[in-house]
């Protein structure tokens, strides 16, 4: 995830297209990682919800974002805050003992 995390303040269209790709990057640190975790169901959850958010979030969206402050009033959720909310879930599982 490199370049993803820690977050930039706001995203460009080069940033954002690197989400997709890095799906096929957490799915195989997962693989290897799932062996150690004891929050097994947990941890499947949250790669699952990362990966989905990946393939959901569109450009619109973050550009979106960034131009208005309406979108928070109507309630939804800054993408960057969001996908801050799922990487740092993931992490929680590495700081287990």
Known sequence: MMGLYPLPRNWDIETFQRFPKSITEIESAAF?????????????????????????ISWEQCAGWNISSDLEKRGEIDPILNFEHLVKSLLSFAEEK
């Not at 799932?34 to 699952?48: L, P, S, W």
């Open 32 to 56: 290897e990682f799932h062996f150690f975790v004891t929050r097994k169901g947990e941890f499947d959850i949250a790669i699952k919800e990362y990966c989905e958010y990946c393939e959901q």
